[in-house]
C-alpha cells in the first residue's frame, strides 16, 4: 500500500506525459485524477489509525535513544561505495503520514478541480503530467529514509515546479517567472547541500536514523567543532544553518522569497499545488523531520525563529495593498509559512506541523476560490475591477468566507469552537510567547501584529470582491497594472494566456458565471477540512504533552518542558491573536464597505509608505541592483570578452588560420609536374649520400 501511494502518481506522470497525444487529452485526465484519488484514500488508510487507533500498523520501534515507531519498505539498493550501502527506503512514521494525507488530498483535489479549469487547454494532458510529476516528487521527498533521498525529492520538487510555473511557455511573464522560482531556490538548495555534506562528515551516517543516534551520543560538554579559516564554529550550527538556508529557498522565507508572488503567473491550480501543501511546506517538514540535529544547536534554533517572525510581519504589509487577488493570498502563504517556523525555532515543533495541515486545507480553499473567481469574471485578476459579486457566485463566496475565516483564526479562545486556523496559530502565538526573553518578546508581537494584518487583508478580499456594486465596467478598457501601479490600454493576458479582447470589461460582471460542479466539489471537501481539522485533531498536535509524544511515536522532538510553558501562558496572550484579528476585520469593514473613499485618501496621503508596500519593499530592485545587473555586466563584458577573443578569436580562430597558412604554403609544392618530382627525388639521394659518407668518416 505505501508502495502505491507513492509511485501511483509517477505511473499517472509517466503514461499522460508520454501517452498524452495518443490516448487523448480526457483519458489523460481521469487517468491521472483517478490514480491520485486512490492515493489519497490510501493515505488516509494509513493515517487514521495513527490518529485514533494504536498507532502504525506493521510499524517496528527502532533500537536506540531516539525511538521512534516507524515502517520501512524497502524499493532497491541505490548506492553501493565501499563501506556504504544505501537502500532506497520509503520511511513512513507519523510525521511522514500527516504529510502523505497533507500531499495526496490536496493534490486530488487540484487535479479534479483543474479537470473544469482547464477545460479549453489545448495542452491538458501534459498539464496534468505535470501535476503528477509535481505529486510523485513531493512524496519521494516526505517518505525518504536519508539524506540522499531526500535531496532527490528536494529538488525533483524544484523541477517540476520550474515545469508548472512556466507551463505557458509562450508568455515571457511566466517563463521569467519560472526561472525565477528556479534559480532562486538553487540559493538555498546549495546551502541545503553542503548542510547534507556537513551532516555526514561530522555525524559519520547519511541514514536519518544513524544521524539522530550519532546526535543522541554526543557529549553537550564537547561539541565537535569545525575549523575553518582560523575560527572555530560549532559543528551542529553550521550544518543546521546551512540546512535551512534550503528550507528559506525552499518554503520562501525573508530574503530568498522573492520568487514566491512570481510564481502567479503558472495556472491557479498549480498555485493551489504550490503554495497551500507541497512545495513550500518541504522546508517546514525538512526542519521537523531534523528536528534532534537543531535541538543541538540553540543558536539556529534562534535564527530560525528570528527569520520566521520577520517573514510573517513582512509578507503581511505586503499583502496589504495588493491588487491581484491571487498575489494577496500569495503573500498570505509566504506570512502563514513564517509562522510554522517561529514554531519550529521555539522547540513547539508539533505546532508548527499542526499548522501545517490546517494551513493547507484553507488555502488550498482560497487559491482554488480565487480561481472560480478569476473564472467567473473571464479571467480578470484585479480585485479593482470586481465588486458585486456575492450575488453572482454564491456559492464560491461562501467557500471563499469559510476560508478567510480559518486563515484569519477565527474562535472563541479557550473553548473548542473555532475554524482550523484558530488553534494552530494560536498555539504558535502561544509558544512565541513561552520563548521568552527579547527573541520572545519579538517573535510574539510579530506574530499578533502579522495576524491583525492577515485580518485586515483577508476581509479587503472579500469586500473588494463580492461586496459593493461591480466596478468592471467603471474602467473600460483601461487597465492597472498591480506590478507598477501604470494604467495602460493593451491587452492583458489572462490567465489562461490568451488576451481580454474576447470579453468587453463592461459585460465582465454582466456574464459572471458559477463554476461547474467539477470545480465547486474540491471546494466543499476543503471547507470541511478548514472547519475540522483544527478542533479534531487539536489533542494530537498541541493539547496535552502525552497524547502528543503517543500520537507522533518519536518521529520528531517533543520539550515537555516547553509545552507545559506554552499551555500556561496568561490568559491576554491567548486572547491577544482574536483581539488582532477583530480590529483587523473592522478597519477592513470601515475603509471598504463603511467609507470606501478612506483606502484612497490614505494612499494619497502616504504615497511613500504606500509604493514602498506596493512595491514589496523594493526586494526585486534591490536584488537586481546587487546580483543581476552585475551578473549580467560580467557575463557581458569580462566573460563575453574573454571567450569571443582569447578563446574564439585567438585560440580557435588564430590557430585555425595559422594551420591554413601552414598547409597552404605547403600545398604550393604539390606542382603536379613530373620532373619537379624527379629533381626533388635527385635532391633527397644526393642529401642521403651526403649524410651517409658524412657519418663513415669518408669526409
Not at 527502532?62 to 524499493?75: D, M, Q, R
Not at 492597472?480 to 491587452?491: M, T, W
Not at 475540522?532 to 515537555?560: K, P, Q, R, T
Amino acid at each position: 500500500m505505501i508502495q502505491a501511494i507513492v509511485f501511483l502518481p509517477l505511473i499517472g506522470a509517466l503514461i499522460a506525459g508520454l501517452l498524452g497525444r495518443t490516448i487523448g487529452h480526457r483519458p489523460s485526465e481521469y487517468l491521472t485524477t483517478g490514480l491520485l484519488i486512490i492515493a489519497a484514500v490510501l493515505s488516509w488508510i494509513v493515517f487514521l489509525p495513527i490518529a485514533f487507533g494504536g498507532g502504525l500498523s506493521g510499524a517496528e520501534v527502532a533500537e536506540g535513544s531516539h525511538e521512534a515507531a516507524v515502517l520501512k519498505v524497502e524499493v532497491m539498493r541505490w548506492i553501493q561505495v565501499g563501506d556504504m550501502d544505501l537502500r532506497w527506503i520509503l520511511r513512513v512514521d507519523t510525521l511522514t503520514a500527516i504529510m502523505l494525507v497533507v500531499v495526496n488530498t490536496v493534490s486530488s483535489l487540484v487535479h479534479v478541480y483543474s479537470i473544469g479549469y482547464m477545460a479549453d487547454d489545448p495542452h491538458r494532458s501534459r498539464f496534468f503530467a505535470y501535476l503528477s510529476l509535481f505529486t510523485f516528487a513531493m512524496l519521494m521527498l516526505v517518505t525518504a529514509d536519508n539524506f540522499l533521498q531526500m535531496f532527490f525529492g528536494w529538488e525533483g520538487v524544484g523541477l517540476a515546479s520550474y515545469l508548472l510555473i512556466g507551463f505557458w511557455y509562450t508568455r515571457p511573464s511566466a517563463t521569467a517567472a519560472a526561472m525565477k522560482a528556479f534559480i532562486v531556490n538553487r540559493v538555498g538548495d546549495f546551502g541545503f547541500a553542503l548542510g547534507i555534506f556537513g551532516a555526514f562528515m561530522v555525524l559519520g551516517h547519511i541514514d536519518f536514523d544513524g544521524a539522530f543516534h550519532a546526535v543522541a551520543a554526543l557529549d553537550p560538554a564537547a561539541m565537535p567543532v569545525m575549523h575553518f579559516l582560523s575560527w572555530d564554529f560549532d559543528a551542529m550550527t553550521v550544518v543546521c544553518l546551512l540546512l535551512f538556508m534550503g528550507a528559506m529557498g525552499k518554503s520562501a522565507q525573508f530574503l530568498l522569497h522573492t520568487w514566491l508572488p512570481d510564481a502567479m503567473e503558472g495556472p491557479t491550480p498549480v498555485s493551489a499545488l504550490i503554495h497551500a501543501a507541497t512545495m513550500v511546506t518541504a522546508g517546514v517538514f525538512m526542519v521537523a523531520r531534523l528536528s534532534p540535529l537543531f535541538q543541538t544547536s540553540p543558536t539556529a534554533m534562534t535564527f530560525v525563529l528570528i527569520v520566521g517572525a520577520i517573514t510573517a510581519f513582512f509578507a503581511a504589509t505586503v499583502g496589504l495593498v495588493q491588487n491581484d487577488i491571487k498575489r494577496v493570498i500569495a503573500y498570505s502563504t509566504c506570512s502563514q509559512l513564517g509562522y510554522m517556523f517561529v514554531a519550529l525555532g521555539a522547540g513547539a515543533y508539533s505546532a508548527g506541523v499542526f499548522h501545517l495541515f490546517t494551513h493547507a486545507f484553507f488555502k488550498a480553499l482560497l487559491f482554488l476560490g480565487a480561481g472560480a473567481v478569476i473564472h467567473a469574471m473571464h479571467h480578470e485578476q484585479d480585485m479593482r475591477n470586481m465588486g458585486g459579486l456575492r450575488k453572482k457566485i454564491p456559492i464560491t463566496y461562501y467557500m471563499m468566507v469559510i476560508g478567510t475565516l480559518a486563515l484569519t483564526g477565527v474562535g472563541i479562545p479557550g473553548t473548542q469552537i473555532g475554524f482550523a486556523g484558530f488553534f494552530s496559530k494560536d498555539a504558535i502565538i502561544e509558544s512565541a510567547y513561552a520563548v521568552g526573553g527579547n527573541t520572545g518578546a519579538f517573535a510574539f508581537w510579530s506574530l499578533v501584529i502579522g495576524a491583525l494584518f492577515t485580518s485586515f487583508y483577508s476581509w479587503r478580499l472579500i469586500h473588494l470582491t463580492f461586496h459593493g456594486t461591480p466596478r468592471d465596467a467603471q474602467h473600460g478598457h483601461a487597465h492597472v497594472d498591480a506590478h507598477d501601479g501604470a494604467s495602460h490600454d493593451e491587452p492583458i493576458a489572462d490567465d489562461h494566456g490568451h488576451d481580454d479582447h474576447g470579453h468587453a470589461h463592461g459585460s465582465a460582471y454582466d456574464n459572471a458565471h458559477e463554476a461547474p460542479n467539477v470545480m465547486l466539489v474540491p471546494l466543499y471537501f476543503l471547507a470541511a477540512g478548514a472547519v475540522l481539522a483544527g478542533v479534531v485533531f487539536y489533542g494530537m498536535f498541541f493539547h496535552e504533552v502525552d497524547h502528543i509524544e503517543h500520537f507522533f511515536a518519536g518521529s520528531l522532538v517533543v520539550n515537555e518542558t516547553f509545552m507545559e510553558a506554552a499551555h500556561a501562558v496568561p490568559l491576554w496572550v491567548k486572547w491577544s491573536s482574536t483581539i488582532a484579528m477583530l480590529i483587523g476585520f473592522v478597519t477592513a469593514w470601515y475603509m471598504y464597505i463603511r467609507s470606501p473613499e478612506t483606502p484612497k485618501r490614505l494612499a494619497e496621503t502616504n504615497p511613500g509608505l504606500y509604493q514602498f508596500l506596493l512595491n514589496k519593499w523594493y526586494f526585486d530592485e534591490l536584488y537586481d541592483f546587487i546580483f543581476v545587473k552585475p551578473a549580467l555586466w560580467i557575463g557581458r563584458a569580462f566573460w563575453k570578452g574573454f571567450d569571443d577573443q582569447l578563446i574564439d578569436q585567438t585560440l580557435t580562430e588564430g590557430l585555425g588560420r595559422r594551420v591554413q597558412n601552414v598547409t597552404s604554403w605547403v600545398t604550393k609544392l604539390q606542382s603536379g609536374y613530373l620532373y619537379h618530382y624527379a629533381f626533388a627525388m635527385l635532391i633527397g639521394i644526393a642529401a642521403l649520400l651526403t649524410w651517409a659518407i658524412a657519418a663513415g668518416g669518408l669526409i
